[in-house]
């Protein structure tokens, strides 16, 4: 499906995506996760084509991703609500994207049905432009939107942020039924490990643009992995926190200790 080579991305001085080789297959369904700055939104930029990278290529069913725009018509995603038309309302919006992939009015209500739980009555029939929503509608706007052409490669960055508890429960079933039912392939960039480890039986690591591991995640087995190397960071930097704010008391208590000599040899 995706195959990623010796892809490159700086930033400056920064290294941002420094990948070889690597390569997603049709129906996986792939967790990216990372610090910040890891650079989990510079990699699903460089395969959506939204960057241009420094060195290599991204294809997808064997189409660079630079070169053609053929693989946009099965490719399904939602970044922020900058990909939304905020002057429509939620319905206008979806028989726009409907319009797009030659779907009918009715085939579109027909694919918002599964969603239903999902909108819970606070997305459809509100009389409203998409920008007067809530941040968590307007995710749930662009995540429908995303998915309602039936896409073979689907990429969501964050799909819990701004999702209530019951929301993001829904939307873990939704993406897990997908997957199965269209045998997509799925892609999670996301920070909350629990809800990737959860869903993902692949789940990427980054670490300063580099996958540095490549988990096979069976009945949760990759938390335990995961947990202990972003605690291992937490560790590290509150010793590096601590020897900082040591110092800058060592630096105070000289200064101090200086005055009072200075004061002393004055008397």
């Known amino acids: 499906m995706i195959r990623i080579n010796n892809l490159q991305k700086n930033f400056g001085t920064k290294k941002a995506v420094d990948i070889e080789n ?10 990216l996760v990372g610090n910040n700055g890891a650079g989990k939104t510079t990699l699903f930029r460089l395969i959506l084509d939204l960057l241009q990278a420094d060195r290599g290529n991204v294809t997808i069913n064997d189409i660079d991703v630079s070169k053609s725009e053929d693989w946009k018509n099965f490719t399904g995603a ?27 009015k009715e085939e579109v209500d027909e694919r918002l049905l599964p969603f239903e739980r999902f909108m819970n009555g606070e997305v459809m029939g509100q009389k409203k432009f998409i920008r007067n929503y809530s941040a968590g509608n307007k995710q749930k706007i662009g995540i429908i939107s995303a998915m309602l052409h039936h896409p073979q490669l689907l990429i969501l960055d964050e799909p819990f942020n701004f999702l209530d508890p019951s929301s993001q429960s829904v939307i873990k079933h939704l ?10 392939t799925v892609i ?6 629990n ?43 509150a010793v590096v926190e601590e020897t900082e704010v040591e110092a800058a008391v060592e630096e105070i208590t000289e200064k101090e200790d200086k005055t009072v000599e200075e004061k002393n040899s004055e008397a």
């Open 195 to 237: 809800h990737t480890v959860d869903v993902c039986p692949r789940i990427a690591l980054l670490e300063n643009g580099v996958i540095i591991r490549d988990i096979r995640n069976e009945n949760n087995s990759a938390e335990q992995e995961l947990e202990a190397y972003f605690n291992v960071g937490v560790e590290e930097e």
């Open 175 to 184: 993406l897990k039924r997908y997957n199965e039912e269209h045998g997509a």
């Open 22 to 31: 690597y390569t997603i297959g049709q129906g996986d369904m792939l967790g």
């Open 78 to 104: 939602f970044i922020d609500d900058g990909f939304l038309i905020d002057y429509l309302t939620p319905e206008e919006y979806f028989y726009f994207i409907g319009k797009m992939y030659g779907l009918k």
């Open 188 to 193: 999670i960039p996301s920070h909350n490990l």
